[in-house]
């Protein structure tokens, strides 16, 4: 009798043990399930990669082109970039001479300017891991003697449309 | 009397005995039985959790947005002239699976954009800065896997 009860004591103590696992098992679940979420809901960020084709696209070009006032007129034809495109997905771009990245970024004289987005963004180190800044690429570089900084910038979203 | 009494007692301690072994069979039946349980539940636990991961992976609308910046990127490094085929096959295996009706729908350029569609009723746009034209473009189906290729040109030339 005494046997008997205690075995069932212990019993009821395995069963117990199943609910205490089963939380184990759904506290474990819902940090997966979390985790994948947070990982696949924001998608792949492809706009510092942007800035960087942008960025190498206009150094190519300026390093190309015959003088500074052909670049500066010519610009969109020269460089084969699409104005339009650039100034409607949230592109920025800024051209200086003989300053560096953050001088020009301050700076009013420009060699070339585009795009509605405040420049100054870009050297905003808190901004670097915050998905609502604009993403950046700064560059510096010689040619033809003369100093350039490039400072380019991408917040292009992806459109969902329905149809 | 006193023979009769040491029967008894080792009678007793035979059953005792016998008992004990029992119930050692049935606790080896009830352990086994639990951990079946937690394995059991374990593996639809496991198995549950890589097909949502599975799933999410798949989804449509993710693999239609990373696959068209993949695409504009493609354009924006391009040069008229060249000729670009991409490897689309993953993309095109969850389109016929979502059911898209027109499979030259899957994939379309224009204005500068780059359209990708995986499910019915919804597209993911991205736009490529180059200013040049995409033409001529068409998957090649089991080629071994399927591709896209497309024609940069020169916007000018059209």
Redesign the interface.
């Known amino acids: 009798m005494m046997k008997n009860k205690m075995n069932k004591k212990a019993e009821s103590g395995q069963q117990v043990m199943v609910f205490a696992f089963l939380f184990l098992l759904v506290l474990i679940g819902m940090g997966i399930v979390g985790g994948v979420v947070v990982y696949y809901g924001k998608g792949a960020d492809f706009r510092k990669i942007d800035s960087e084709i942008l960025n190498y696209r206009i150094r190519e070009c300026l390093s190309e082109s015959i003088n500074l006032q052909q670049f500066k007129e010519n610009f969109s034809s020269l460089c084969s970039l699409n104005k339009t495109v650039l100034e409607d997905k949230g592109f920025t771009i800024k051209v200086c001479q003989d300053l560096s990245p953050e001088e020009c970024a301050n700076s009013k004289e420009s060699i070339f300017e585009l795009g509605n987005t405040h420049i100054q963004a870009c050297f905003i180190n808190a901004a670097e891991n915050n998905p609502e800044y604009v993403k950046c690429t700064k560059t510096e570089f010689f040619d033809k003697g003369e100093k350039f900084s490039i400072i380019t910038g991408s917040n292009q979203r992806i459109a969902r449309v329905n149809t | 009397m006193k023979l009769k009494f040491c029967m008894n007692r080792m009678n007793r301690q035979m059953t005792i005995k016998h008992v004990f072994k029992m119930?050692k069979k049935a606790g080896i039946g009830?352990n086994l039985m639990?951990n079946v349980?937690?394995l059991l539940?374990?593996v639809i636990?496991l198995v549950?959790?890589l097909v949502?991961?599975n799933a999410?992976?798949n989804?449509g609308?993710?693999l239609a947005?990373?696959y068209?910046?993949?695409i504009?990127?493609a354009v924006?490094?391009a040069q008229?002239g060249d000729e670009i085929i991409i490897d689309v096959h993953k993309p095109t295996v969850v389109a016929v699976k979502n059911k898209v009706a027109d499979r030259n729908e899957i994939f379309g350029f224009n204005n500068?954009q780059v359209?990708v569609?995986l499910s019915?009723?919804?597209?993911?746009?991205?736009?490529?800065?180059?200013?040049?034209t995409v033409s001529d473009w068409e998957i090649k189906w089991g080629v071994p896997i399927n591709v896209l290729k497309f024609k940069v040109t020169?916007k000018s030339k059209l």
Do not use: R
């Open positions: 119930n009830d639990n349980v937690y539940l374990a636990f549950g959790i949502f991961v999410q992976k989804n609308a993710i947005d990373y068209a910046k993949e504009a990127n924006n490094l008229a500068n359209c569609k019915p009723g919804q597209k993911s746009c991205y736009s490529y800065f180059n200013d040049v020169a």
